[in-house]
């Protein structure tokens, strides 16, 4: 065999094998990374196999992938390294110089404790935020060796698919039966591999988004059967959401419900000619649009859609965030420069939550990502948003400029998944969950750099 013909087929195979390695770990991640405790116990077991797969990434990855990763890579380094450096104990002098430790010190005082204290409020918190981290960066890593994108994203439909299918079942089984994989869950609720039903229906809602991309990829050079496999499939999981009852996930759907049609409206034409305009252009779209609208429609008029019940009624948990906002915004000016330590939100607020507010339930999230991420990490967090924020903005703007728009397909559906989970993290916390972290950092991966570059010769690392 040619030496060039022996490099295709040899870099050929390290492909596949990337690709497999991609889709065992995604799989492994969905079964074991579906809540955010940090007393689950298969999480122990996940960052374990994470870890051997970060190794194993590391050793065959190529430097052109490596490449086509460094920003995500960068937002992983810079939230581990605030966490590292909110563990770093410090003299008594300086702790107690911190806000709001005066209470602390003072205990501390009348003991006669002369102890050196880390930023953090928790460290064991903290330090279990920097090991989830490796969840992540095994996805991100394994994703970029895999190379061919619509393959390694036909890999969440397949979970979104089998989790909608768990769901369903969840919904006519014994709330207390096997089929709900995590103790502390929504029983009842079609959770489906997740151990909250705000998650599910926020990564179903997703994967819809993702089917719509995909049913009118060109890279996969897929025929008619498996166009109407994907859109069967999409058609489940916005069943599932519906039934799901997440006020959060339906409001996700319709959004992605929306983004799906204008993103029919606006695809490449096939072949040469513009057949992308008049009725054939807007045919799909409004199609899109007179089903789901008809499917809701039917849904709500046989009261079947829990979550758009419990839009209309203040239920003891929506009371509970209204009260809680004031609560947070204070939290989060008073514990400036450096925050209460990743992760230690929980232990931060017991130190200022109001009386009125004690039950039999605790608050171990601030259900405001946005928020907590400021109240947690301080500054340092703030100013990582900020350029996070900035980079966003640059790249949406560079999509914008394009001309036709749907020049970069990929691009705009990493967009709109990060628009779906950065909006869910308004009154939730989805990327505190090991598998939507994989889903989210993948998802800023291909938005900011959707090329597979299978033309550049692999240069390992």
Sequence with gaps: MPPSLASLSQNGLSERRAEIGFFAFLAMAFLMGGGSRADIDSLGVLRFLSACAVGYAILTIARDDMARIKLPLALLAAIAAIGIIQLVPLPPEAWTSLPERAAIARLDALIGLDARRPITLSPSATLNTIFSL??????LLLFAAARNVDRALTGFVVLGTISALLGILQVFSDPRSGLYFYEITNNGSAVGLFAN????????????LICSYLATSRELGAGRSYVWLIWSAAGLMGLCVLINGSRAGLMALIMVTLMSALALALRKPRGDKDTG???????????LLTIAGLVLG????????????????????????AKLLPILVEMAGDFQPWGTGLGAFEHAYRMREPIELLGPAYVNEAHNDWLQ??????VPAILIM?????IVAWRAVALLKQKPLYFEARSWLGL?????????????????????????????????HPALNKERDRTPV
Aim: aromatic content about 6%.
């Design 134 to 139: 490796i969840v992540p960066l095994a996805g």
């Design 197 to 208: 039903r705000n998650h599910q229906a926020v990564f179903l809602s997703c994967c819809v």
């Design 277 to 287: 305009r008049g009725f054939a252009r807007w045919a799909m779209p409004a199609a």
């Design 298 to 321: 039917l849904f709500a008029a046989a009261q079947r859609i829990p979550a758009l019940a419990r839009l209309l009624e203040d239920s003891a948990l929506e009371d509970l965030r």
């Design 373 to 378: 991420i400021v109240i947690e990490g301080g």
């Design 386 to 390: 900020g350029l996070s924020a900035v």
């Design 416 to 448: 709109g998944l990060l628009a779906v989970l950065g909006i869910a993290s308004l009154v939730d916390y989805p990327l505190r969950v090991p598998s939507m972290m994989v889903l989210g950092i993948i998802a800023l991966a291909i938005f900011l």
